[in-house]
């Protein structure tokens, strides 16, 4: 305990001490928490309610307890991004405090004392942004909400912060000199990747034994079967982006003689699996992205028609709030990938400013250097997107056929144009990370890094 405490109070003076370039990253820190809390507080408010309840909004969607339960399940899959984001913003924070850790090994501590340090850095910055969100989200919260539950999220969302900053930092090593490097796995994605993807494979070939794909469909386990679907299709994709980034730098490096090209071959070829780990979350929001497309358009249909019979047993509004909800919610789970890509761009920029300043010191223009860049994001970015696009596109299309009430399914073309744009927008949010480059080319970064 006494460890902890010193480690802590360090970690504060550390934090107090930040400079201004590394004020951005305790805010965005601090802005993920804040995210988490109020996601964490909307999950307590609906889970306090009891029994029916008329809310004033949602078209009746928030009013019984089925249906509130479902809300609070599509608002914990949320997290999922969120504790990514905060990985991502750790990473690029140890990479900036290079100095302080040095100094912190140069007086004693030891590796994992560093790591430590640098977690309970991210755990308080999310602890000011918790705090900020249960002040401006707690006064809005119904009379039975559960002040436990209040509690108990303002407090976790910290710990879980500093829990996924310390396994984001558990490669990064600070050598006493000042040196930062990252101690990468050699075999790929590892075994438990591979045990994983195992599994779920016997799981899908399981369910499609199983009367789901026949005629009546058992809606309380189709959901089940989707979610299995969407994470095997995405752990294809996430395999498939390592072994394209290796197969196309080897490639690129053997035979091409376009210099941009070249560097992002070799760095592709270096370590081709920091595409995978980066684009993880990117791809499973893809997957959900593309087959929520498809199903919306299944499901508009299917509700017009019945609606046009006169079997709809309740408003439309009522299921259309649904779905735009649940739109809403990918939505922002897209926005928090794309920012935790550009984050993790950035931070790749900063762990390599060295190589960097000392290829822009032997010639190399800062262009061709902004072209590698954006090369090594969507060359083995594109066939992953395109699997997990038309895996998406292949579950609404299924997901349809199971449950419509036509004869002809329509098509979910609306599908096939999200990976499209997915891809677009990584693109992009690539090149938010050049600005940096200027920065990290300078000739003064050859004495650090």
Not at 338 to 361: F, H, K, N, P, Y
Request: one cysteine or more; glycine letters at 10%.
């Amino acid at each position: 305990m006494r460890s902890l405490g010193s480690d802590l109070r360090l970690a504060w003076l550390l934090t107090r001490g930040s400079d201004r370039r590394e004020w951005w990253r305790v805010g965005l820190t601090a802005f993920g928490a804040a995210l988490a809390t109020g996601i964490g507080l909307a999950v307590v408010a609906l889970r306090s309610l009891d029994g029916f309840y008329a809310v004033s909004f949602g078209s009746g969607l928030f009013d019984s307890p089925s249906d509130r339960q479902n809300v609070s399940l599509a608002l914990g899959l949320l997290l999922i991004p969120v504790l990514g984001f905060l990985g991502q913003c750790a990473r690029i924070g140890a990479v900036h405090r290079d100095r302080r850790l040095a100094a912190l090994r140069l007086a004693g501590a030891g590796p994992w004392q560093v790591r430590r340090i640098a977690a309970l850095e991210s755990g308080l910055a999310c602890l000011a942004g918790a705090v900020v969100a249960t002040a401006a989200v707690v006064p809005l919260l119904p009379y039975a909400v559960a002040w436990a539950g209040v509690v108990l999220v303002a407090v976790s969302v910290p710990v879980l912060g500093a829990v996924v900053s310390a396994v984001a930092l558990r490669r990064v090593v600070a050598d006493p000199l000042g040196r930062v490097r990252r101690v990468r796995p050699v075999r790929g994605p590892g075994r438990l990747f591979g045990t994983a993807t195992r599994l779920l494979a016997v799981t899908a070939v399981a369910i499609a034994l199983t009367p789901v794909f026949g005629s009546p469909v058992d809606f309380g386990l189709a959901p089940v079967t989707v979610f299995v679907l969407a994470v095997l299709i995405s752990l294809i994709a996430i395999w498939l982006s390592g072994a394209s980034s290796r197969q196309l730098g080897e490639g690129f490096a053997a035979g091409t003689s376009h210099p941009a090209l070249l560097i992002a071959a070799e760095r592709m070829r270096e370590d081709p699996w920091s595409t995978a780990r980066t684009h993880a979350a990117l791809l499973l929001v893809t997957v959900v992205g593309s087959g929520f497309a498809g199903v919306r358009q299944i499901l508009l249909a299917d509700l017009e028609e019945m609606r046009r019979k006169g079997h709809l047993g309740t408003r439309m509004s009522y299921y259309t709030t649904g779905i735009d909800l649940t739109a809403a919610a990918i939505l922002v789970a897209f926005a928090l990938v794309l920012t935790a890509l550009a984050v993790g761009t950035a931070e790749s920029l900063a762990t390599r400013r060295r190589g960097l300043a000392a290829q822009a010191a032997a010639g190399v223009p800062q262009a061709v250097l902004a072209r590698a860049l954006l090369l090594e994001t969507a060359l083995p970015l594109f066939p992953a997107i395109a699997v997990a696009g038309l895996g998406g596109t292949a579950i609404s299309f299924w997901y349809g056929a199971a449950v419509s009430s036509h004869a002809d399914v329509p098509v979910p073309y609306g599908a096939l144009l999200v990976p499209v744009g997915v891809y677009a927008c990584c693109v992009l949010a690539a090149a938010t990370s050049l600005p940096l480059l200027r920065r990290s080319v300078r000739p003064g970064e050859l004495r650090y890094a």
